[in-house]
């Protein structure tokens, strides 16, 4: 049995879909549906069990006891809330929760990390998984702080030897892709673009407020989620390899290279429009993130990362402007 926590919100469904697709399972996820389509994230991709977040533990002690692997993707994921007890519960103790699981049985667990973990970069962008590193990382928000304190933990564990059969942390980075309709504004820029695009022919970014950059100059590594996907069944398939990896494209592009790239995807000229940056998120604006990927290719993997122009190019045409948007 595999299990994937968030298994129908965005990268956990399209890893799903990828895992049926190789023929690999039985598969499980863990979620909340609520109301809402979010099910339609799942819908076309058989599923053996779909459990509650508040029965998981249990289910793992009984039905669920042969679960080999964890793919551990389910978070309160949103970078503005503030309810900090609810995403230590949510992000850090049920990590742990899952974490002891696997250490116990002697089962392998891929979590989700954030390069939000990195704060605001002044310290670069590189997956050093020293104690000492980890935690001179100052994240911006309780969001990245408790991906960073599920970091530290898992190091200083898989030192003391209480580790699971095989762990990585992923350090994901601005991932885009299809499956991500049911997290509103925390969707994508490609999907917002997508939308200003279809209904006012024009899309707008954010002035910059840097000297350093022009208006929509703002860099990002904009990563397709079926690399990030392609990674997590890399660690599948090596399970000797363990540790924190960046997960990214590692090629930082800007915002209005995205645009662009989004206007040509949909056949429509080029409009772009800029508009000022909130006071309240311009004091901790991040300018450029990149993921050094030098580890990860250290230990085998081949990256072939997706170019901007074809990632979006791919989700535009085959998922956006697509009767079925779903994969």
């Not at 799942?42 to 509650?52: C, E, R, S, Y």
């Not at 979590?111 to 939000?116: G, N, P, T």
């Not at 990382?137 to 304190?149: A, C, D, F, I, M």
Request: aromatic share 12%; proline share 3%.
């Amino acid at each position: 049995m595999i299990l994937v926590t968030g298994g129908a919100g965005f990268i956990g469904s399209n890893l799903v879909a990828s895992l049926q697709e190789m023929g690999l399972g039985p598969i499980a996820i863990c979620d909340r549906f609520r109301q809402g389509n979010k099910w339609r994230n799942v819908a076309k991709h058989p599923i053996a069990a779909a459990v509650h977040p508040d029965d998981l533990m249990d289910w793992l002690n009984g039905e669920g006891a042969d679960t080999k692997v964890i793919f551990h993707l389910g978070a309160c994921s949103s970078t503005t809330e503030t309810d900090v007890d609810y995403i230590w519960r949510n992000n850090v103790q049920f990590s742990m929760d899952l974490w002891h699981w696997c250490e116990t049985k002697g089962r392998r667990f891929i979590y989700a990390s954030s390069a939000a973990t990195y704060g605001n970069g002044e310290l670069g962008f590189d997956d050093d998984e020293s104690v000492g590193a980890l935690d001179a990382l100052r994240p911006l928000n309780p969001y990245g702080w408790s991906k960073k304190v599920v970091d530290c933990n898992a190091v200083r564990l898989a030192a003391q030897g209480k580790a699971p059969k095989q762990w990585a942390g992923l350090k994901f980075f601005n991932v885009y892709g299809p499956n991500e309709y049911h997290k509103g504004g925390q969707q994508s820029v490609v999907a917002q673009l997508f939308k200003q695009i279809n209904e006012t022919g024009g899309a707008r970014l954010f002035k910059s407020h840097h000297p350093d950059y022009e208006d929509g100059g703002q860099m990002r590594d904009f990563v397709w989620v079926g690399d990030v996907v392609n990674i997590m069944i890399w660690l599948y398939q090596n399970p000797e390899v363990s540790g924190i990896f960046n997960c990214g494209a590692g090629k930082a592009r800007s915002f209005a290279d995205l645009a662009r790239a989004t206007f040509a995807a949909m056949d429509v000229p080029v409009n772009l429009d800029f508009t000022e940056t909130p006071e309240n998120i311009r004091k901790h604006y991040q300018y450029f993130t990149e993921a050094n990927m030098t580890k990860l290719r250290g230990m085998g993997m081949d990256l072939n990362s997706t170019s901007l122009e074809d990632g979006v190019a791919d989700y535009v045409k085959n998922y956006l402007m697509s009767e079925d948007q779903y994969r």
